[in-house]
């Protein structure tokens, strides 16, 4: 094995902890910004029409982005019913149910990194074979679908929330 692959190899563990450790702190309690979750709302929907048209149309692929979005949705319904939400004054705040959400993140995350993995080693042999197009490995496309379907998900409840909550305020 060469020394390249095996500092990989080393530094990976360190990776994971380092986005580990970073993703802890976006789970924390934080302030609803509208504008976040409409971001995220359209965005990832979006996305997740522009990854069904790198399949290709596959049926293999885009059955798996199609279970990975269901069941991220569904992960996303439990994920509201499992936040705490507060409200400050005019403020607004929730705090997600941190395993929960840094499992799917994690497991998003470590896809990625074998996707990266597969490529670099792929690179190293004698004669390299290419690897599957992106939108051709269901794994992948599962991997993004729920995360993608969690968060857009989570997106949207928050939305209604805040609406719900505006209103309540707006009339006392």
């Known amino acids: ?32 910004h509208l504008w976040r979750h409409w971001l995220v709302a359209i965005g990832f929907p979006a996305l997740i029409l522009f990854l069904a048209t790198t399949t290709k149309f596959d049926i293999l692929p ?58 670099y080693l792929n690179t190293r042999l004698a004669v390299p074979v290419p690897p599957p197009p992106f939108g051709q490995s269901p794994l992948t496309m599962a991997a993004y679908g729920l995360f993608t379907g969690y968060y857009a998900t989570y997106a949207w409840g928050l939305i209604r929330w805040r609406k719900r909550n505006q209103t309540l305020q707006s009339s006392e």
Not at 1 to 30: D, F, G, H, N
Not at 67 to 78: E, M, P, R, S
């Open 1 to 32: 094995m060469e020394t390249t692959t095996l500092a990989l190899l080393c530094l990976a563990p360190l990776l994971v902890w380092r986005i580990y450790s970073r993703l802890k702190k976006l789970v924390a309690r934080q302030q609803s």
């Open 62 to 119: 885009l059955s798996s982005l199609g279970a990975g979005v269901l069941a991220g949705g569904w992960l996303g319904v439990l994920g509201l019913k499992l936040t705490r939400f507060e409200q400050v004054g005019k403020h607004f705040f929730f705090t997600q149910h941190r395993y929960l959400a840094l499992a799917i993140t994690m497991l998003f995350v470590a896809r990625l990194l074998y996707r990266g993995m597969e490529i």
